[in-house]
């Protein structure tokens, strides 16, 4: 019996050879993924994906609530080049002495920092997280956001505040979803000092240790992180993967309606694009911070913006957020696709 036999180009057998070995390589960085610790972060040394997995899993799931590449776009070294250009100006003036920005492309995850290891304090950022824990518990328990809590007093003490909008009437009692409106919308801080009252710590705490975040010290005064760090509220947001859909579109919803204009929007002048963004602000005695974390919905190409200011005239330091989001603006328009 004679067997059959085919002639094949030498060319042929490389080539199939080099795509089986491609193969091999993908399927091991997928098994690596696959096997990611949950409630941590790996830095996988093939595949170079940072990964942060959510505690709260079920038998059979672990949620991925983000990845990142270890690596800045080198795409974006241009957008770089002219944010530093913005800040060394600035800081020459004399009114700011330091800055840092985190960038990020939405649809491609590229990604680029400035002064990424400074640390500043997070001040009222820092209602973020107490807006997605309300929302968190309200899906735990439903009607949660419908319960009413009594505001007699003034939570806030001394503590200075650029405060957009109405203030709370003492007295009355609001909802926890009127209140998460007032905090956010209007940023106000007795609002969150009736929201904070009801957090339970060790909840709050997962918001934190999923996606790598030091823990807030709930006796300490203040909570610093860098703009990278910063930016990861807003992402678990845009992700929807610590909130249902329907409380991710509320809380960005919110978002949007931020009264304050002040910094990455001021020299923006298209007005109708939907920004979600929240400011910080923090006042030391001899020096004052002020902040903005924002995802721009530009057309087809959204992004995610973090500046972080310190310096002693919050004027000048707006006016800088501001050159930096029309910078980045300008940007998205031209160069991201």
């Known amino acids: 019996m004679k067997l ?5 180009p030498l060319w042929l057998v490389l080539l199939i050879i080099a795509c089986i070995s491609v193969g091999s390589l993908l399927s091991i960085c997928a098994l690596k993924n696959n096997n990611t610790d949950i ?14 997995n959510s505690s709260r899993h079920g038998a059979f799931t672990r949620p991925l609530l983000m990845a990142d590449s270890p690596s800045e776009s080198v795409d974006l070294l241009d957008l770089k080049s002219n944010l530093i250009e913005a800040i060394n100006s600035s800081s020459a003036s004399g009114g700011v002495s330091s800055a840092s ?44 956001l ?11 003490g ?3 505040q650029t405060q957009e909008g109405p203030a709370l009437v003492l007295g009355k009692e609001y909802t926890v979803k009127e209140l998460i409106t007032y905090m956010i919308k209007y940023s106000n801080n007795n609002a969150t000092a009736h929201l904070n009252s009801f957090i339970e710590f060790n909840d709050y705490k997962l918001f934190f240790s999923d996606i ?11 909570y610093t992180l860098t703009s990278d760090q910063c930016s990861r509220f807003l992402r678990l947001l845009y992700n929807s993967s610590v909130l249902t859909n329907k409380n991710s579109e509320f809380a960005l919803t919110l ?26 602000e923090r006042f030391y005695p001899d020096a004052n911070q002020m902040h903005e974390t924002a995802i721009f919905y530009n057309n087809e190409n959204p992004y995610l913006i973090t500046v972080l200011t310190n310096g002693k005239d919050t004027a000048q330091e707006a006016a800088l957020i501001g050159k930096i989001g029309a910078i980045a603006f300008d940007y998205s328009k031209n160069k991201l696709n």
Request: proline share 4%; charged share 25%.
């Open 39 to 52: 409630a941590s972060s790996k830095n996988d040394s093939n595949c170079g994906i940072i990964r942060y």
């Open 158 to 160: 001394d503590n200075i």
């Open 212 to 222: 790598g975040l030091p823990l807030p010290d709930p006796k300490a005064s203040d």
């Open 101 to 144: 920005v985190y960038f990020r492309d939405l649809n491609s995850g590229r990604w680029i920092s400035i002064n990424g290891s400074e640390q500043y304090s997070m001040a009222s950022i820092m209602k973020l997280v107490t807006m997605m824990y309300h929302l968190h518990v309200d899906e735990v328990k439903p009607g949660w």
């Open 4 to 8: 059959l036999k085919t002639s094949v």
């Open 255 to 280: 978002l949007t309606e931020s009264l304050y204009r002040g910094g990455l929007l001021r020299n923006i002048a298209e007005k109708d694009v939907k920004v979600a963004h929240k400011f910080g």
């Open 146 to 156: 419908n319960q009413n809590i009594l505001v007699e007093r003034s939570l806030t």
